[in-house]
């Protein structure tokens, strides 16, 4: 859910629900009130319209019929009397809902002007708030009284507007969707290009159609790739020369390390082009980066960890190993093995010993290497990343390497779209995070906590 509302068809559908929620609500509340303005206008108008004809008619007739007169023309909700004094009496509840009714009657028989009308309740039933009573005086000063009884508005039914309304708005909804999906389509397909261009080494051609915006994006997007690529294949022509030109002397002063007398002397130069030789591969390394004809493939990341824990710990070097079953990611198996390697080869050496963890929750795996080593102050934590870049305590030769083991590592971890994190561990010591985006969830949850050297005393059948 979390990540819908992040992306732009799922802003954009909340967004439009809102306002079509809010605007759906308006229209209702604004076409009620428009209704029954109206229905409450037409009812006024034919009452008062029935009103002034029983009057006319009452006075048309002879005095000693009038009553009589009245008494016919009562029914339904109307009950006429005629006498010679009012019946109304001013005031009452029902006043107020009947003030279009004394504009209507004002206007149909201007007669009834000045004083000659009166509406409110009835002097006999006054207690009867359901009763209007209108008295309407004729031109000999008699009266024709009108009571009603007062109906209310019945509620309009606004379920077919509801309905109607509603299926426009999900109508709209649904239009929006479809154009959202057909407008952020070609994002996923850069998407998808850039992430597959990212962790290959061929340009991925994306398709130059649609909208001219669109279109033009494509073009603009693969001519950057293959400029990169271009970069990219210049860069790796020039390190196989410089490696060539470089390795080439050293093999020659190697060789002729070989005639001096001295061996104290030899010794030492022996072992500075050995060193210079290590610096020299170390820095090819890292400026070839994860870009290499190896392929992407399915790799089962608990097998590789679990071999690189076993080689150190044939070598004498403490490694602790837990894991699920199995933890598939799609990625180059040997670049991997070399940044776990540099990665638990550092807790190894600063940290005495690796305590190596892997999870997956089947969308991220996760490494972690715990060491019991002096850790890494916050300042230092994003430096240790440069290149060449040692901390000051391991400057020495026994333990400095070039600096660019973690360089390399976090390089090729990030090409397979996953990120290297350090922290601290509580009961002392560096935690390093590696995680990685897995293909398959693991086949197990339930971890094991072996050594190593049991791990592989089982599997060997010992």
Not at 99 to 107: H, K, S
Not at 164 to 185: D, H, N, Q
């Amino acid at each position: 859910m979390k990540n819908l509302l992040n992306s732009i068809p799922g802003r954009t559908i909340l967004v439009l629900l809102v306002a079509i929620g809010a605007l759906h609500v308006a229209s209702l509340w604004t076409y009620q009130a428009a209704l029954q303005a109206e229905l409450t206008s037409n009812n006024d108008a034919r009452l008062a319209e029935r009103l002034v004809s029983i009057m006319r008619t009452v006075m048309q007739a002879r005095p000693a019929e009038r009553e009589q007169t009245a008494h016919a023309l009562a029914g339904g909700p109307f009950d006429v009397h005629w006498s010679l004094a009012e019946h109304a009496v001013p005031g009452g509840s029902e006043v107020a809902r009947l003030d279009g009714l004394r504009g209507r009657l004002m206007t149909v028989a201007p007669e009834l002007n000045g004083g000659n009308l009166v509406i409110g309740t009835s002097a006999k039933l006054r207690d009867d708030e359901h009763i209007a009573m209108i008295s309407m005086q004729l031109p000999d000063q008699s009266w024709v009284n009108v009571s009603v009884v007062s109906v209310r508005d019945l509620p309009i039914s606004s379920h077919g507007t509801v309905y109607s309304t509603s299926l426009m708005a999900g109508g709209l909804v649904l239009v929006a969707i479809l154009l959202l999906g057909w407008l952020t389509r070609p994002l996923k397909r850069f998407a998808d290009a850039a992430l597959q261009f990212s962790t290959g080494a061929e340009v991925v051609k994306v398709a130059e159609a649609g909208p001219t915006e669109v279109r033009q994006l494509a073009a603009a997007f693969n001519v950057m790739q293959v400029r990169i690529k271009k970069l990219i294949d210049d860069r790796s022509q020039t390190l196989a020369a410089i490696s060539h030109d470089l390795k080439s002397p050293l093999t020659r002063l190697r060789f002729r390390a070989e005639d001096v007398a001295d061996a104290e002397t030899r010794a030492d130069i022996e072992a500075d082009i050995g060193e210079m030789e290590t610096m020299i591969e170390g820095a090819l390394a890292f400026l070839r980066g994860d870009r290499s004809d190896e392929p992407m493939r399915p790799v089962d990341l608990v097998s590789l960890v679990e071999a690189i824990a076993t080689d150190f710990d044939e070598m004498g070097k403490p490694t602790s190993f837990s894991a699920p079953r199995a933890v598939v990611i799609l990625g180059r198996k040997l670049a991997l093995k070399r940044a776990l390697t540099n990665i638990i080869e550092n807790a190894i050496k600063y940290g005495d010993r690796a305590d190596i963890d892997l999870s997956s929750d089947g969308a991220t795996a996760k490494v972690v290497v715990a060491d019991q080593g002096p850790g890494i102050d916050d300042k230092d934590r994003e430096i240790v990343f440069a290149p060449f870049h040692r901390l000051e305590y391991s400057r020495n030769k026994e333990t400095g390497g070039v600096g660019l083991g973690l360089t390399v590592a976090r390089s090729i971890i990030r090409a397979h779209g996953g990120d290297v994190l350090l922290s601290d561990r509580p009961v002392g010591g560096l935690s390093v995070t590696v995680t990685l985006p897995s293909v398959t969830p693991a086949a197990s949850e339930i971890h094991s906590s072996l050594e190593v050297p049991r791990r592989r005393a089982a599997s060997s059948g010992c």
